[in-house]
């Protein structure tokens, strides 16, 4: 029900804007999550922001480059990247959950397939 997208290679320095439309049809109560995983390593948290979009963090490696946003309209949430680089590479996945909750992957209910990032030096 959730569906990344916006992925691909671009070299360190660039941006990239990750989208994630989902046919939940009370998306607009869910909180979402925004993670990450590369090969060998257990999947880590990125950026949260809650069902109403007042409140939003990212984790201290992404701090200050990347914005985690919705549009409910769209049933859309964005992980909007600048400053890429090349530790950035990973699958990104999406996440939603009614009672979700940061960094804690139980408290999600629904993941995304996961859309490749790659930062090249």
């Known amino acids: 029900q959730l569906v990344e997208s916006g992925g691909g290679s671009v070299q360190a320095g660039g941006s990239l804007r990750l989208s994630c439309t989902t046919s939940?049809?009370?998306?607009?109560?869910?909180?979402m999550g925004w993670f990450r995983q590369t090969p060998g390593k257990e999947r880590e948290f990125v950026a949260h922001?809650?069902?109403?979009?007042?409140?939003?963090y990212v984790s201290n490696s992404v701090l200050g480059r990347f914005t985690i946003s919705r549009d409910d309209a769209k049933n859309t949430v964005y992980l909007q990247m600048n400053s890429l680089k090349p530790e950035d590479t990973a699958v990104y996945y999406c996440?939603?959950?009614?009672?979700?909750?940061?960094?804690?992957?139980?408290?999600?209910?629904?993941w995304g397939q996961g859309t490749q990032v790659t930062v090249s030096s």
């Open positions: 939940i049809l009370t998306f607009g109560l869910y909180a």
């Open positions: 922001i809650n069902w109403s979009g007042t409140s939003a």
């Open positions: 996440a939603a959950g009614l009672s979700g909750s940061g960094d804690d992957q139980s408290s999600y209910n629904y």
